[in-house]
């Protein structure tokens, strides 16, 4: 992958440091006036210090993932993403005489948001259904992964359930099988294209602040907590949604190798929705009951970009707009 577009000051100053071998710097400022969930430059800036612990870029020399004044760079960023959640996110109170299963099912079900999916089931046309996918490919090219970190910080019953979904989401060992490559057909099978980080120029803030807040809670031992309620909210908003997006790619003549990562989503998830917020997430918290607050609030944040997002798609779809950050990206990628 190669660096993006600089989208201001920040990201400019960073790219052209990290187009040059390593070495100390003095961080760059930008003006913190746009909130930071919807801040292209912050979230931009914030994604690229993140994907040098993943993939990286091609122009990049590796040595920049563990240069000191980077790192401190990534710090004040991550100061601001963690502010920007915590006045988007209010923090979910934990009633003690609920189990951390039945309190993760209460915030799921209160959530409000606009029904993207139902959308896309039954009135999208060929075109937003493949800005869709190319939204989500920035996540799902790495399906898991975010979450992985939190493998080696876990013992016991939490860490066995962690790993059983893991497990199914890089395909059971088996490469074809990895959602990350199911996904790569769906991309396929909308004539977009399925390389990694294609599509990262395109997508705005809140897209790329959903995947920044998994590394956030990912790369931090702190964040443990608010990493497993994410997942654990993922899980267990995905099978419903996975099925009317599988409606609605059918509906718009999508053949089943299309469809595949969809519909194994349907079943898998419906399992791993258990899993996580009773295996994984009530075994944790019965390990570090103190923690629980954390949990639901990472539950909270995936559910509140989720819907942010949505609500982003849907009014850009209203007003006859691209949902993307050109309105002639999908023509460039036939």
Known sequence: MQLPTPRGPLT????????????????PSAPAETPAIADEDLQLALFTCYELHYRGFEEVDEEWEWEPSLLAMRKVLERRLENGLARAVPRPPYPPDLSVRHALAELVTADDGPSLSAFLARRADLEQ???????????????????????????GRPKAALVEIQADEYGGGRVE???????????????????????????????????????????????LGALLGHLAAFEMTSSAPNRRYSTGLRRLGGDEAARRFYDEHVQADAVHEQIAAHDMCGGFVREHPSRAGDVLYGAACALTLDRLFAEHVMDHWRCGASSLRETNVMAESR
């Open 12 to 27: 400019a100053a960073l790219f052209e440091r990290l187009r040059r071998p390593p070495h100390p710097f003095d961080p």
């Open 177 to 223: 099988k990895m959602h990350s490559e199911l996904f790569r057909a769906t991309m396929r099978g909308l004539g977009l294209d399925d390389s990694y980080g294609a599509y990262l120029d395109r997508v705005p803030a809140i897209t790329l602040a959903i995947s920044n807040t998994m590394s956030f809670f990912g790369l931090h031992r702190r964040h």
């Open 129 to 155: 259904f493949r800005e869709f996918v190319a939204h989500r490919s920035i996540y799902h090219l790495k399906e898991a992964d975010p979450h992985t970190w939190a493998i080696p910080r876990l013992d």
